[in-house]
């Protein structure tokens, strides 16, 4: 069975703070995705990243990483120099072969991440 | 511009009732996903299809149907209300499974719905 553990039910920085949301999955495929969503105030669904699992090079995007590490089954992601802005529920997913299962996602139970200034 | 839309945003019914959450994307996306949020359990699918007249159970789909009878519409339907059902819904869409598709779900602005 695939499962997506987010332990960290809410993070709490003060602004310019770094801060790193911790991921770990399960799954029997050897194929699959990995990703990360954003849920800011206004409830709506922002795509961060996606990652597939033959891909193990860290990815920055700005502010924001992500490592990748196939050994201990973790997709973390940090935000360097958090700001306000940052503040939202953050979602680690993961998506079974592309083949026959494209598009349907196990979502972790999500991060909440408060920005204070 | 291509998008995905959900309808009602915010809904209030009493226990029992049938309640239908419509959701229309433009994209022309065969995949097409229904998700609830709740609280310490982040989404969890209900029901999903993969092209019109397809619909598969989920992990929570106890007390919900689907039915595609095209491929931009997905509506999810409660028979019959409960209050367990009172949650925010979701519906996404994605591309169909191929070499190009990495299963990028775009999604609804969400409904929310209260039963009493």
């Known amino acids: 069975a695939q499962k997506v553990t987010q332990a960290q039910t809410e993070i709490s920085v003060v602004e310019k703070e770094d801060v790193t949301l911790d991921c770990v999955y399960e799954?029997?495929?050897?194929?699959?995705?990995l990703f990360w969503y954003k849920q800011p105030p206004s409830g709506e669904l922002v795509f961060l990243i996606r990652?597939?699992?033959?891909?193990?090079q860290n990815e920055i995007s700005g502010r924001y990483s992500w490592n990748f590490q196939k050994s201990t089954s973790s997709f973390n992601f940090t935000i360097t120099a958090s700001q306000v802005v940052d503040s939202a529920v953050y979602f680690c997913?993961?998506?079974?072969?592309?083949?026959?299962?494209?598009?349907?996602?196990?979502f972790g139970q999500g991060t909440e991440l408060s920005v204070k200034p | 511009d291509a998008e995905i839309t959900q309808s009602p945003r915010h809904k209030i019914t009493e226990t029992g009732r049938q309640v239908t959450l419509a959701c229309h994307q433009t994209w022309n996306h065969n995949n097409m996903f229904w998700y609830r949020q709740d609280l310490g359990h982040g989404l969890r699918l209900i029901h999903y299809s993969y092209g019109v007249q397809d619909t598969n159970k989920g992990e929570v789909s106890d007390g919900y149907s689907v039915s595609r009878s095209n491929t931009e519409d997905l509506p999810l339907t409660l028979e019959s209300a409960a209050s367990s059902q009172t949650s925010v819904y979701f519906c996404a869409s994605s591309e169909l499974a191929g070499a190009l598709n990495t299963g990028e779900l775009f999604f609804g602005e969400g409904s929310r719905l209260t039963v009493l």
């Open positions: 997913a993961l998506s079974g072969s592309i083949y026959n299962q494209g598009g349907k996602l196990i």
């Open positions: 990652r597939n699992s033959f891909d193990e």
């Open positions: 799954t029997r495929d050897t194929t699959y995705y």
